[in-house]
């Protein structure tokens, strides 16, 4: 079965820099989630997109910013890198289920951004 | 506001022997909830999930977890551990009644299983 893929897998950026990662949802799956886990640390909510329109917002920094686009792929973008944002981050896809339960999140290999 | 604790930061286990990963919640609605697992330098892999339907929830690789209300409780069991088992577990609650809800993960417990 097709999985959420993220790219690249692997990232080293010097710190100011910018870095961008992507991520495609399985298919059909049209909310896509952003997640951030620091060395030794669980996972934390960054930012969520349903239908290409932000949907929730964790403790993402102003430096990153993302979107979703009309194939319902969503790009994380960070600039003016800082070493604390080396990390392992994580994309994750659902179906929305507005009226009911939330749907199973599926995770990503993540893609892993040290910064020097 | 949604949250999980998971009250073990590290648990030891001999192979064939039973494991015993605790979580509690709290949640000011009846909550669905995950287990997650991550081997090292991997992804997160959905091992079962709770939401309102049976109470006993079965896994994949033999793992089941029991939604107790009473003691808002939603630990992970498995009969016997394989060395394979080896990896963090992470139990996680979703945070909201809608359809698309970030997810708010526990600390996490370090299983290790030795021969």
């Known amino acids: 079965a097709a999985g959420v893929i993220q790219s690249p897998r692997h990232l080293i950026k010097e710190k100011r820099e910018t870095a961008t990662l992507k991520c495609y949802p399985i298919?059909?799956?049209?909310?896509v989630y952003w997640y951030q886990q620091g060395p030794g640390q669980d996972p934390q909510f960054l930012i969520s997109?349903?239908?290409?329109?932000?949907?929730d917002k964790g403790s993402i920094p102003d430096r990153f910013s993302a979107q979703q686009f009309s194939d319902y792929h969503s790009e994380l973008n960070m600039s003016s890198l800082e070493l604390g944002d080396s990390a392992l981050y994580f994309c994750?896809?659902?179906?929305?289920?507005?009226?009911?339960?939330?749907?199973?999140?599926?995770f990503g290999p993540g893609t892993r951004l040290t910064v020097l | 506001a949604q949250s999980v604790t998971q009250l073990d930061s590290h648990v030891s286990v001999s192979e064939g022997t039973p494991v015993l990963l605790r979580c509690n919640y709290s949640?000011?609605?009846?909550?669905?909830l995950f287990w997650y697992v991550q081997h090292p330098n991997k992804g997160l892999q959905l091992l079962l999930k709770?939401?309102?339907?049976?109470?006993l929830v079965k896994g994949i690789n033999g793992f089941e977890a029991e939604f107790k209300k009473s003691e808002t409780s939603f630990h992970l069991t498995k009969p016997s551990a394989h060395m394979s088992d080896a990896a963090e577990y992470f139990c996680?609650?979703?945070?909201?009644?809608?359809?698309?809800?970030?997810?708010?993960f526990g600390a996490g417990t370090r299983l290790a299983v030795h021969p």
């Open positions: 994750a896809s659902s179906l929305p289920r507005p009226s009911g339960r939330t749907d199973t999140q599926y």
């Open positions: 997109f349903y239908e290409k329109m932000q949907s």
């Open positions: 996680v609650v979703s945070d909201g009644a809608g359809g698309y809800n970030k997810l708010i």
């Open positions: 949640s000011s609605y009846s909550p669905s």
């Open positions: 298919p059909r799956h049209d909310t």
């Open positions: 709770y939401t309102s339907a049976a109470t």
